[in-house]
């Protein structure tokens, strides 16, 4: 249907148009007598085509309406003036977010009041959300429909909040077993085959179970078991990210989750506080997705890793317990899970490793730091050359220091480094366990080791520099390069590398562990990994191929390695790898695809130094081919591809999440307390009351002063009028609902 859009400025006169038509065909005066004067109830519209104009309007109108609101108004003329208040309000306010980070949201309940806490902390975080809410409980329908809104969803994070009682909060009779059985099957399979599907990250929230419903529906023997087998399967997905949001209230000290009255009059189950609460841990786990972990940690030392100073009072007066015990355990923490940890410090290099050894019973140990600079040298010069050391760039940083002066100049002087300043001691574990920028998604095996890897790297440097040629080198390292099919365990890593892997990547292409088992199982594809160890240590799976036969070639669209291990002629092996599976399966010749990216310029600089080198495109689109039987000659002439240095723009570049420093900041600094939260939003969201065609009325009596008061609150409105229309102030049914509970 060919529906006039008044948000795209075609006017209230053809939506008048339109709606006339509509009401005309659904009421009993036909086309000719609608009178705008009139209400629907005087027109004769009956209950089921009520339904049905309700949702003609939702669509085009981009709101979310009840059938009984349109009943209240005395005129349609009245509700026609309404709504198109309400639809260009909408539309002025999307307009103000701009583009950001799209969040569709479906939900088993009213979810609607997540959005303040939601949109504020990702807007902190200059991610500036976009979100969208599915209809009301239809989880089901927005998981199965491949045009839903959680569908249409491909350059964002997708939310689905749900609770096994409300799916049968309308039942005559409470559900046996098996049918509560076959309803989280049903869940499971829908979710299976939406995440097969998607491309775009989903949270699975499990939302606190409502006591009351519970009981009433016998369901509370169930319930531990059946909500693990949801979170259980949801962790086994690709790209669906489980999320246990029941104990919500611990982290985020929310005094009463459950509102029984709200909950019985729109399926509101939740306090505001409960509902703040569950947009923030949302809030978070977004935040995970969309802002890369950093993987170097530089700390400062005295009253950060200790109280005191270390070379005042020696390594037996500083305080090593409490906050600073704390504080250490989250840095082991961090380093367990992928961190790379630095010390950077002004000091005396001998009064700091003192008070590691007089210590044993610290959290922090020597073995669990990578690097160093300490010394007097300003902190954004040691940054620099630890950058330089460990070959990251300085994006990969976040510099933790107690004192601002040292937290300014670091920012100042390298913005794209996260600069972090600690607060007071008493506060500082609460601070370490609200800071988002520390937040990390599962990792490998690779990521547990990488403080050795960067170890083991330090020693072949001393072996490099003494060496008499590469060559010379290369026989001193005792490589050994292993390609192999991929194993079960290795998969989730391979995927890693799809993800990660940019400046030696031929032909950028993300993979989740669902398309790697595909190219596993594919039986004309061939795949495998790289592992690469030395004399020093392993460097773990570092690359991958995947080639498939096409007539007589061998069509390679996966050449992947990880910069630790360049210039040690590991690609090298990986052309001779291709060359043999070739003669294996009968092919002629060789095809590596590659696609030129931002950051690719090392492969393309191998690939082209390989025989007859890349043949591109304008837009940077080829392959390098050659004769299996040549690759050797070919090899001669190959460049030895260095470990490519940090990019130099990274000093001076702020990446999202320096970018994202105050809004980290801000976040961390609220920790727990919701109600610091609420009031933070509603100051900051305030609105003043709007131009109406009603004068303003000052509430006098005691019920009205009541009754604006809890407007302004639902509203977030600077004041309301006594004679004041709820909906001309912006207001829907859901708060409505709210206002009246």
């Keep these: 249907m060919n529906n006039p859009d008044p948000i795209q400025h075609r006017g209230r006169e053809d939506f008048r148009a339109w709606l006339r038509d509509e009401l005309g065909k659904s009421s009993d005066v036909g086309y000719t007598r609608v009178d705008f004067s009139m209400s629907l109830a005087e027109i004769g519209l009956s209950s089921i085509h009520l339904v049905r104009l309700t949702g003609e309007l939702e669509e085009l109108l981009g709101l979310e309406l009840e059938p009984s609101i349109l009943q209240e108004f005395a005129t349609i003329e009245d509700m026609c003036v309404t709504l198109l208040r309400m639809a260009e309000g909408r539309k002025a306010r999307a307009a ?9 949201l479906a939900a088993s309940f009213t979810a609607e009041p997540i959005e303040p806490a939601l949109a504020h902390l990702l807007g902190a975080l200059g991610l500036e959300p976009r979100v969208t809410f599915a209809a009301y409980n239809q989880v089901f329908q927005e998981l199965l429909n491949s045009s839903s809104a959680l569908s249409r969803n491909t350059d964002g994070v997708n939310v689905v909040l749900l609770r096994i009682e409300d799916w049968f909060r309308y039942a005559d009779a409470p559900p046996t077993p098996a049918e509560v059985a076959r309803t989280v099957d049903d869940l499971l399979n829908a979710l299976e085959g939406f995440a097969a599907r998607s491309k775009t990250p989903l949270l699975l929230g499990l939302a606190p179970h409502s006591p009351h419903t519970v009981r009433r529906l016998g369901l509370g023997d169930q319930l531990t078991a059946l909500d693990d087998r949801i979170l259980a399967a949801a962790e086994a997905l690709d790209g669906v990210h489980p999320l246990d949001l029941r104990r919500v209230d611990e982290p985020y000290r929310v005094p009463r989750l459950w509102d029984e009255e709200r909950d019985r009059l729109g399926h509101i189950p939740f306090t505001q506080a409960a509902y703040a609460a569950m947009g923030a841990a949302t809030a978070r786990r977004i935040a995970a997705l969309r802002v890369p972990a950093a993987k170097v940690i530089a700390l400062d030392c005295d009253n950060t890793l200790w109280g005191g100073v270390a070379g005042d009072v020696g390594p037996d007066g500083v305080d090593v317990t409490g906050p600073f015990r704390a504080l250490q355990a989250f840095m082991v923490d961090q380093a367990e899970r992928g961190a790379v940890l630095c010390l950077v410090s002004k000091n005396d290099e001998a009064a700091v490793w003192a008070v590691f050894d007089a210590h044993p019973e610290m959290p922090l140990r020597r073995a669990h730091i990578a690097a160093h ?16 050391e460990l070959s990251l760039g300085l994006d990969s940083f976040i510099f933790v220091d ?6 300014t100049e670091v920012s100042e002087a390298l913005p794209a480094v996260l600069a ?5 001691p008493p506060r500082i574990e609460g601070f370490l366990e609200h800071h988002w920028a520390f937040d990390r998604q599962a990792t490998t095996a690779e990521d547990r080791r990488r403080a050795q890897l960067y170890a083991d790297n330090r020693a072949r440097k001393e072996v490099r520099e003494a060496a008499a040629s590469f060559e010379d080198f290369l026989a001193r390292l005792a490589l050994v390069v292993d390609l192999a099919p991929l194993d079960d365990d290795e998969v989730e890593r391979a995927s890693q590398l799809t993800k990660r892997t940019n400046q030696f990547n031929a032909n950028k292409v993300e993979r989740s562990t669902g398309d790697i088992q595909a190219l596993r199982a594919a039986p004309e594809r061939v795949t495998r990994r790289v592992r690469v160890s030395d004399r020093f240590g392993d460097y773990g799976l570092v690359g991958l191929l995947s080639a498939e036969v096409q007539s007589a070639r061998l069509v390679c ?5 990880s910069c630790r291990v360049l210039g040690r002629r590991v690609e090298h092996r990986m052309i001779q790898a291709l060359a043999a599976l070739a003669r294996e399966r009968g092919c002629a010749e060789v095809e590596v695809r590659f696609s030129r990216k931002e950051r690719n310029a090392p492969i393309a600089r191998f690939l082209d130094s390989v025989g007859g080198g890349l043949r591109l495109d304008a837009e940077g689109q080829g392959a390098l081919r050659f004769a299996p039987d040549e690759v050797d000659a070919l090899l001669t002439d190959a460049v030895d591809e260095a470990r490519p240095a940090p990019s130099s723009a990274s000093a001076a570049s702020p990446t999202p999440r320096a970018l994202a420093a105050a809004g980290f900041d801000h976040i961390a600094a609220l920790g727990g307390n919701i109600e610091a939260l609420r009031a933070t939003i509603a100051t900051s969201s305030m609105a003043h009351r709007p131009d109406l065609a009603t004068p303003y009325v000052t509430p006098r009596t005691a019920w009205e002063k009541k009754i604006a008061a809890i407007w302004r609150n639902v509203l977030g409105m600077d004041r309301v009028g006594a004679n004041d ?9 859901l708060g409505a609902a709210e206002a009246l509970a």
């Design 96 to 104: 103000e977010r701009g583009p950001g980070c799209p969040v569709a």
């Design 373 to 388: 600079r300490v010394n007097w040298q300003p902190k954004s010069q040691n940054l620099l050359e630890l950058a330089e």
């Design 402 to 407: 107690d004192n601002p002066m040292e937290v």
């Design 420 to 424: 972090v300043r600690l607060p007071p």
């Design 557 to 561: 669209d996966t050449f992947l390695l």
């Design 725 to 733: 229309s709820w909906f001309e102030l912006g207001g829907d049914s």
